[in-house]
């Protein structure tokens, strides 16, 4: 069984019910606005949370078991050294309260899949700080909402691309465009096209150390685009790509090598 853990942020979905402690640095109606978005939220996760969706997504394969579920709020954001040697493929969903994740729990998702862990970053976790410290660049993108996409397939032949056609169509999707801030990814699989005529780095993969990160843009939290077939074979294969058995005890070290 390849075994996931999947970190959702779990801030947007209860604003309209709670106060976090870190909205004091947040201007007002920059909390309205997000607060009156959380019954769309769940109107698009059919009443349920992101994690709910993207758990259901995952175990469609049946060799694939979500061990953790891991959320901002859980000591150490859920994300353990006991969970993370748990742990094959780690699913990461953010977006407005990046900064509240402790630069320690970032290093150390950042020290195992240096060790052979799998990421996957979706959509606004593109912002996350183990996305930042494992790519060492701001990640920055330009962005619209109320948009769609076309998302086309550059790479057919990739594992990631099995079974998926060449252009994809999300009548509802956010724009996001180029220049994206990341370094050249080892593997370019989508190209995503927007109504201005932007284009974006939609699908991408760096290996990092024993392990892989992919990241794949869409996945707005208001949208359906996880609901769509082609969206969930594509994370669907991209756990099974970043699966690695090989998952290391140690942290990488300097190897002193004798004469
Ligand atoms: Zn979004």
Redesign the pocket.
Known sequence: MIRVTIFNEYVQEQLNKRVFPFQEKWNEEGIRHMAARADEIAAAHEGKAIHDTLKALVEEDSEVEVRHIANLEMPECGLTEEVLEDTDVLLWWS?IAQEAVPDEVAMRVRDHVQRGMGAMFL??AHMCKPMQFLLGTSCTLR?R?GDSEHLWCCNPTHPIAKGVPVCIWLEQE?M?GEFFDIPKPDELIFIGGFSGGEVFRSGCVWNRGYGKVFYFQP?????RSYFQPDIRRIIQNGVRYLANPEHRQEKLECIWVKE
């Open positions: 977006h959509h606004s962005w909402e956010e996001y996945g707005h939290e208001t949208y």
